[in-house]
C-alpha cells in the first residue's frame, strides 16, 4: 500500500518555489537598477555633448578674435605706433649645432 504525504510534498515544492522566485526577483531589481544607470548615462552624454557644441561654438569666434588681431592692417597700425620698421633685408644667424635636447 501506498501512502501520499500531501504536507510533506507541499513543503518541498514551497522550497523550490522559494530558491527560485529570491534569484528571480533579484535579477528583475537588478536589471531595473541597470536600465536607470543606462538612461542616466544617455542623459549625461546629451548634456556633455550640447556643452561641447557650445564650447566649439565659443572656440570659433575667440579663433575669429585672435586671427582678426593679426591682420595686416592691424600688424601695420601696431609696427607705426611702436616706431618699428619693415627691414628689407633682414640677416638671420645660423646655429651650426643641434639643439641638445632636440637629437636622440
Not at 36 to 49: G, S, Y
Not at 56 to 74: P, R, Y
Given at each position: ?8 510534498q507541499k513543503k518541498f ?67 607705426k605706433e611702436r616706431g ?21
Amino acid at each position: 500500500m501506498t501512502l501520499i504525504q500531501p504536507n510533506k510534498q507541499k513543503k518541498f515544492f514551497t522550497k523550490i518555489a522559494i530558491a527560485a522566485f529570491v534569484p528571480v526577483v533579484g535579477g528583475i531589481f537588478w536589471l531595473i537598477i541597470l536600465y536607470n544607470q543606462n538612461v542616466n548615462l544617455t542623459h549625461n552624454l546629451d548634456e556633455r555633448k550640447t556643452e561641447l557644441q557650445s564650447l566649439e561654438a565659443n572656440n570659433a569666434e575667440l579663433k575669429e578674435q585672435f586671427f582678426a588681431l593679426f591682420t595686416a592692417s592691424n600688424v601695420e597700425q601696431f609696427a607705426k605706433e611702436r616706431g618699428l620698421i619693415k627691414e628689407k633685408n633682414p640677416r638671420y644667424f645660423k646655429v651650426d649645432e643641434p639643439w641638445v635636447f632636440a637629437v636622440r
